[in-house]
């Protein structure tokens, strides 16, 4: 689990704090397909369910499909910390756990923290 990580946060222009992080994952491949589907309603169920969560995005390296990477992005530690305890990070978390080869968990922040947040503004105007 992610228990017992630094969790870095900055500040939007809002004072609000958000806690920003990269996942690395590598996945078996025999796994991979199963994965990416479980993954996927995952990250649709997260942000769609949950105020605290603002993205969490998957992607994988065009040249090697098993190396995945996850954009997390959190209101804040709390939202984090709450985002562990929902029915559909727990199904993932269990689901997944003999597909998962390695991961990594990266705390970040953000060089410019004003344009963060204008980054999510933009995408969702009106």
Not at 48 to 76: H, S, W
Not at 79 to 96: M, W
Request: aromatic letters at 10%.
């Amino acid at each position: 689990m992610y228990s017992g990580l630094a969790q870095l946060q900055v500040s939007d222009e809002n004072g609000e704090k958000m806690m920003i992080r990269i996942a690395a994952l590598e996945i078996y491949p025999e796994y991979l397909e199963d994965y990416n589907s479980i993954l996927k309603k995952e990250a649709e169920s997260s942000v769609r369910l949950e105020e605290g969560v603002i993205c969490i995005y998957p992607m994988f390296q065009k040249e090697n499909p098993t190396q995945i990477r996850l954009l997390e992005i959190y209101a804040d530690s709390a939202a984090y910390r709450s985002h562990l305890k929902t029915p559909h990070f727990l199904e993932y978390k269990t689901s997944t756990l003999k597909m998962v080869k390695s991961l990594k968990l990266i705390d970040m922040e953000a060089i410019d923290k004003k344009a963060t947040a204008k980054i999510f503004k933009k995408m969702y105007a009106d």
